[in-house]
């Protein structure tokens, strides 16, 4: 079974939940939000979701439909709820990102000087608290020079040079990985962005040319593809109306 790009993301995003345990997941787009709903399925059956609401579910509906309409609800979490849920580390987010930098400094807020920004974005919403207290993940569906710069116009989401700065306020800050539509990328132990594995059928040189800071991609291994099981349940359980592929094309 030919695994397409967009299922390779899916699986990526599922993989990041793999040592998560028991903690709600908090998955911003298309592609996230499959990959948690796999990696419930799969690798990590006591990670909690919602349905994009107030329910948990033990069982997910399919992509786009209500849990009333399929899904098994085990419980309910109202909007307050969650800012708990969050301040006591219990949960895990995958955010999307306007701008990122080599040290993962997030910004989802403003293009341009701060005065006189060129595009107001949608704020920072909760990008600084859930970098405060639980590990961050980041999904960007299109790599490119404009997302992967050397200094964000903003910080919305704390990296890790600013995090070694915060002390003790940040000691709970955990950065995990970004995934792309072109690669995984990771940070090593200076806090940095490096690259984890490229997708098959992807070029390095293109990866190297879209990302706007210096990446070396000598020696990285091919982004894992999604084993016959995790393909089935992605196409025929989870996004049978293949929503996925509108997030990455084919």
């Not at 000087?113 to 405060?132: E, H, K, S």
């Not at 291994?221 to 109306?241: F, G, K, Y």
Request: net charge negative.
């Amino acid at each position: 079974m030919d695994a397409t790009i967009a299922e390779i993301c899916v699986a990526a995003c599922a993989d990041t939940y793999l040592e998560s345990g028991e903690v709600l997941a908090h998955a911003v787009g298309t592609i996230p939000t499959i990959g948690a709903r796999l990696a419930k399925l799969t690798s990590a059956p006591d990670l909690v979701l919602t349905d994009g609401e107030a329910f948990l579910m033990a069982e997910p509906p399919p992509l786009g439909t209500s849990a009333a309409a399929g899904g098994l609800i085990e419980g309910w979490a109202p909007f307050g709820r969650i800012f708990d849920i969050l301040a006591t580390g219990r949960r895990q987010s995958m955010m999307g990102a306007s701008q990122i930098d080599r040290f993962g400094n997030q910004n989802i807020s403003l293009i341009g000087d701060w005065n006189r920004p060129t595009r107001q974005l949608i704020g920072v919403r909760g990008a600084p608290g859930n970098t405060v207290n639980h590990r961050v993940d980041y999904w960007v569906s299109r790599h490119s020079t404009r997302i992967f710069v050397d200094r964000v116009d903003m910080v919305s989401g704390v990296g890790n040079d600013r995090a070694r700065e915060g002390g003790r306020a940040m000691r709970f800050h955990h950065l995990g990985v970004i995934v792309t539509d072109l690669a995984v990328l990771g940070y090593d132990e200076g806090g940095a962005v490096v690259l984890r594995s490229i997708h098959p059928g992807v070029e390095a040189d293109a990866v190297v040319a879209a990302t706007g800071f210096p990446v070396d991609p000598e020696g990285v291994p091919a982004t894992r593809i999604p084993s016959a099981e995790e393909l089935s349940l992605i196409r025929d359980v989870i996004d049978p109306a293949g929503a996925r592929s509108r997030e990455v094309p084919r």
